[in-house]
């Protein structure tokens, strides 16, 4: 089993930044890929950014050059920097892992971000 807990969550502006962090424990697959997605109300949970246990990273068009996505691999913790943050941006954002190449998600319980304008 794999455990993931997130943190970093909050209220900001427009144009304001937050970092989330997610630490997972238990049993971590030494090849793997963390990430954040996030679920607007009414809207279904999409992809923000992955990055894999060698460092390669995917981020969705509407956060590229806003959001930075990283990992300390000793600490099995994986970190979103979000500036530039914009209302749509308001979400429930959950932190996941899994096993490549074909394993399935882990969750965390998910963290709000409300940006306000």
């Known amino acids: 089993q794999v455990q993931l807990v997130e943190s970093g969550g909050g209220s900001v502006q427009t144009g304001g930044s937050l970092r989330l962090s997610c630490a997972a424990s238990?049993?971590?697959?030494?090849?793997?890929?963390m990430g954040w997605y996030r679920q607007a109300p009414g809207k279904q949970r999409e992809l923000v950014a992955t990055?894999?246990?060698?460092?390669?990273?995917i981020y969705v068009d509407s956060v590229t050059g806003r959001f930075t996505i990283s990992k300390n691999n000793a600490a099995n913790t994986v970190y979103l920097q979000m500036n530039s943050l914009k209302p749509e941006d308001t979400a429930v954002y959950y932190c996941?892992?899994?096993?490549?190449?074909?394993?399935?998600?882990?969750w965390g319980k998910g963290t709000l971000i409300t940006v306000s304008s």
């Open positions: 238990g049993s971590i697959f030494r090849a793997n890929v």
């Open positions: 990055i894999t246990s060698e460092g390669t990273t």
């Open positions: 996941s892992i899994r096993a490549l190449p074909y394993g399935g998600n882990y």
